[in-house]
């Protein structure tokens, strides 16, 4: 069974830096566009940043030059640095992946809290 799982959320002060891992698991053969997405309370959630097989990048402009996400193919996993946080960061941050495996299939992790305040 495919399974995506987050870490790395956590309390951190306006200005600070936290780095977000999603760690994919299970009989996977290939991960497409690795995603990042977020949710505030009471907002839709919104895509943050994603990075094609090849490395190719793309970010929300609320994120840009403050973010960064990174993956390591062999490993099977992706990071998402984030410096420079805002209270307005805050929000449930999500991994999700098209991987083919069995089949092929949308997959999403948990979600890990990320809060910015004083």
């Known amino acids: 069974q495919v399974q995506l799982v987050e870490s790395g959320g956590g309390l951190v002060q306006p200005g600070g830096s936290l780095r977000l891992s999603c760690a994919a698991s299970g009989r996977i053969v290939s991960i497409g566009t690795i995603n990042w997405y977020r949710q505030a309370p009471g907002k839709q959630r919104e895509l943050v940043a994603a990075?094609?097989?090849?490395?190719?990048?793309n970010y929300a402009d609320s994120v840009k030059g403050r973010f960064t996400i990174s993956r390591d193919n062999a490993k099977k996993t992706a990071d998402l640095q984030m410096n420079s946080l805002k209270p307005e960061d805050t929000a449930v941050y999500y991994c999700?992946?098209?991987?083919?495996?069995?089949?092929?299939?949308?997959?999403w992790g948990q979600g890990t809290q990320v809060t910015v305040s004083s």
């Open positions: 999700n992946a098209y991987i083919i495996g069995g089949g092929g299939a949308d997959y």
């Open positions: 990075i094609t097989r090849v490395g190719m990048t």
